[in-house]
């Protein structure tokens, strides 16, 4: 068991120092990876983050949300401080990158290679995430030129490394459709 844990740890260590090219543990649910990808622009964003807020974001009842961050915090993905504000743990934020990141270079495919609208990009995004192998998501990073931004203006994990400076100085909500975000 020692030695399934230090593997284990090494193998996430090695996934953070190697730019998340392999998958992390991708055992969550399509629900729980959507909490955790709201929870990370939020952060992104520097927003503190409620479970008010993420109700209203994913348009889901409150007790909805208190019932699934209690299943997140179980899993060890996100912690709750004494105001309740929700952060991501160590492991937890390897997870949100890996899926924002697929996320985010779909959409830039969807909308440079296939025209699609923002909102119809980011519906698609959400169902070929988790039919795309890793190995097709990175080639078409590689093919897009390796974006720092999604479609609405929000970091791609891994490719920016301004993540913070990105998110303060260009709001998504400010956005209108067809602008252009390098």
């Known amino acids: 068991v020692l030695i399934?844990?230090?593997?284990?740890?090494?193998?996430?260590?090695?996934?953070?120092?190697?730019?998340?090219?392999?998958?992390?543990?991708?055992?969550a649910t399509p629900v729980i990876?959507?909490?955790?990808?709201f929870i990370y622009l939020m952060a992104v964003e520097g927003q503190p983050i409620y479970g008010a807020r993420l109700a209203k974001s994913l348009h889901v009842s409150r007790p909805s949300v208190t019932t699934t961050l209690q299943r997140i915090v179980r899993a060890g993905l996100i912690k709750l401080n004494a105001r309740k504000e929700i952060q991501l743990t160590s492991k937890g934020q390897v997870l949100a990158e890996y899926f924002q990141r697929r996320h985010c270079i779909i959409e830039r495919w969807l909308t440079e290679e296939l025209g699609?609208?923002?909102?119809?990009?980011?519906?698609?995004?959400?169902?070929?995430?988790?039919?795309?192998?890793?190995?097709?998501?990175?080639s078409l990073n590689t093919?897009?030129?390796?974006?720092?931004?999604?479609?609405h203006g929000n970091p791609v994990p891994g490719n920016s490394?301004?993540?913070?400076?990105?998110?303060?100085?260009?709001?998504?909500?400010?956005?209108?459709e067809g602008t252009r975000v390098q």
């Not at 193998?11 to 392999?22: A, D, E, F, G």
């Not at 995004?125 to 890793?134: K, P």
């Open 116 to 138: 699609l609208s923002w909102e119809e990009s980011d519906a698609q995004a959400h169902q070929l995430e988790h039919a795309m192998s890793d190995q097709v998501a990175e």
């Open 4 to 27: 399934y844990i230090n593997i284990f740890s090494l193998s996430i260590l090695l996934r953070l120092k190697i730019h998340m090219k392999p998958s992390p543990d991708r055992r």
């Open 143 to 151: 093919h897009l030129g390796s974006p720092t931004t999604c479609p």
């Open 161 to 176: 490394a301004t993540t913070t400076a990105l998110s303060k100085s260009f709001q998504p909500c400010n956005a209108e």
């Open 33 to 37: 990876e959507r909490y955790l990808e």
